[in-house]
């Protein structure tokens, strides 16, 4: 149980596009989901946290027009990435929390801007 | 400001022995500590959870917290070459899910 599918797992967009990335939970209901970002031997970065049908709440320093996130339901939230600049290359990951004190994660997405 | 801290390593232990990895956290508060295993280029992968004092074993690992020194371990018996990975410890943040995450430590487990 508690698995995380995240869409697409790999991504190569042109400066200046948007990329959509979905997050969902498949065998249970997501009270929560975050997302975070992970540059090359660094440790996880908690972007944002998203509960379904409220607006997320961005960490310090992330800026919540540039990564627009979407909670539509209790097992799908998707972070749209508008504007991609090189910059944005990255290993973009969620994770869903049940409530119980645990969060599992999806399997990443490399997004990178060319 | 919260703050999780963790030995970077590399710790290297030969193929069979017990590897410690070892967590302090700063929020006297926190109730909720995990253990997760990253392999490179994947995401991280739940491996342990601890939520009282003492030990509790799954397998060849071994999670303890001490919550009156602030210190959470991992215990690896019997490490085999694919433990080989960064192993990230998370402590809970109040009852919103929200963890807050050490730098990580990298095993490294030699034939």
């Known amino acids: 149980g508690a698995v995380v599918s995240q869409h697409p797992s790999w991504v190569i967009c042109k400066s200046g596009t948007s990329v959509k990335i979905e997050c969902r939970s498949l065998d249970f209901q997501a009270t929560t989901m975050f997302w975070y970002r992970q540059f090359p031997k660094q440790s996880l970065m908690l972007m944002a946290t998203s509960n379904e049908g409220s607006k997320a709440t961005y960490e310090q320093g992330v800026e919540k027009d540039k990564f627009l996130i979407n909670h539509a339901s209790l097992t799908l939230s998707t972070l749209t990435v508008t504007s991609a600049h090189p910059e944005d290359s990255s290993f973009y990951i969620c994770?869903?929390?049940?409530?119980?004190?645990?969060?599992?994660f999806g399997p990443g997405t490399r997004l990178t801007v060319t | 400001q919260k703050e999780v801290e963790q030995n970077s390593g590399p710790l290297s232990v030969p193929e069979g022995a017990i590897a410690s990895l070892n967590c302090t956290y700063s929020d006297r508060g926190s109730q909720s500590f995990f253990w997760y295993r990253q392999y490179s280029g994947k995401s991280p992968e739940l491996i342990m959870s601890i939520y009282s004092n003492g030990d509790k074993e799954d397998g060849r690992f071994t999670a303890q917290l001490n919550k009156a020194s602030q210190y959470v371990s991992l215990l690896i018996r019997d490490s085999q070459p694919s433990d080989s990975a960064t192993y990230l410890c998370?402590?809970?943040?109040?009852?919103?899910?929200?963890?807050?995450f050490g730098q990580g430590t990298t095993l490294q487990v030699k034939p």
């Open positions: 998370a402590v809970g943040s109040g009852n919103t899910g929200k963890l807050i």
């Open positions: 994770s869903a929390f049940m409530g119980g004190g645990e969060q599992y």
